[in-house]
């Protein structure tokens, strides 16, 4: 059994705050059924290397992606920038080539969390392990087609920002494991705000 562990690295765990960004794609499954496999397939590889591209390209950091979700870290003092970028995802996901030339429009759900995590790299790969990475996936599951929810860390880190507005959600919103209580607020860019561009 021990010979199935992976090495331990060598490189030390670090401790850090940080904003977690988690995109996931509407109806992935639905997709799966509609499509060849091989047209598929190109389209989640065409779909995940755009998200990389973009997030890498606004300062993110990617820890991993699963299927059609991909969770990028950014820096907990780089929240206004993180928030833009998951922003952005939506309008790239929906420009995407391949699924115009499919007859297709995609859309996505997208989180914002930050907190202290532990970050190293396991299995060569970088991860990161906290409460954070844990919201963030449930945050993303409760976000409605087409939004991008917020915890109240991220909206007190943008504070003052004039390309972001917050709202509250009117109900609360009930998460696996968190309950009801989490304060949550939907965010959108601000009238005449600021939107990132990669290019």
Same mark, same amino acid.
């Given at each position: 059994?021990?010979? !199935? ?6 490189? %030390? ?9 988690? $995109?996931?794609? $509407?109806?992935? +499954? ?6 060849? /496999?091989? =047209?598929?397939?190109? *389209?989640? +590889?065409?779909? /995940? ?11 993110? =950091?990617?820890?991993?992606? @699963? #299927? ?12 206004? @920038?993180? $928030?833009?970028?998951? !922003?952005?995802? =939506?309008?790239?996901?929906?420009? *995407? ?14 989180? /914002? ?7 190293? %790299?396991? #299995? ?19 976000? @409605? ?7 109240? +860390?991220?909206?007190? #880190? ?14 609360? *919103?009930? *998460? ?10 939907? /965010?959108? =860019?601000?009238?005449? #705000? ?6």
């Amino acid at each position: 059994m021990a010979s !199935l562990l992976l090495p331990l690295s060598s490189s %030390p765990a670090v401790t850090r705050q940080a904003c977690f960004v988690m $995109v996931d794609l $509407v109806g992935s +499954t639905s997709l799966a059924q509609q499509l060849p /496999v091989g =047209h598929y397939a190109a *389209l989640m +590889t065409e779909f /995940v290397q755009l998200l990389f591209l973009s997030f890498e390209a606004c300062g993110g =950091h990617i820890l991993q992606h @699963q #299927g059609d979700a991909v969770l990028a870290f950014w820096p907990e003092e780089q929240a206004e @920038q993180a $928030v833009l970028a998951a !922003l952005g995802a =939506h309008g790239r996901a929906a420009r *995407l080539g391949l699924a115009g030339a499919l007859g297709l429009s995609l859309r996505l759900r997208a989180a /914002v969390t930050a907190g202290e995590v532990v970050t190293g %790299p396991i #299995g060569g790969q970088l991860s990161a392990y906290g409460l954070p990475v844990n919201f963030a996936r449930r945050l993303c599951g409760g976000a @409605q087609p087409g939004q991008t929810l917020v915890c109240q +860390t991220v909206q007190s #880190g943008c504070a003052g920002t004039l390309h972001l507005e917050f709202a509250a959600l009117g109900e609360p *919103l009930q *998460l696996r494991d968190f309950g009801s209580g989490c304060e949550v607020f939907a /965010v959108r =860019h601000a009238q005449g #705000g600021h939107q990132m561009k990669v290019g």
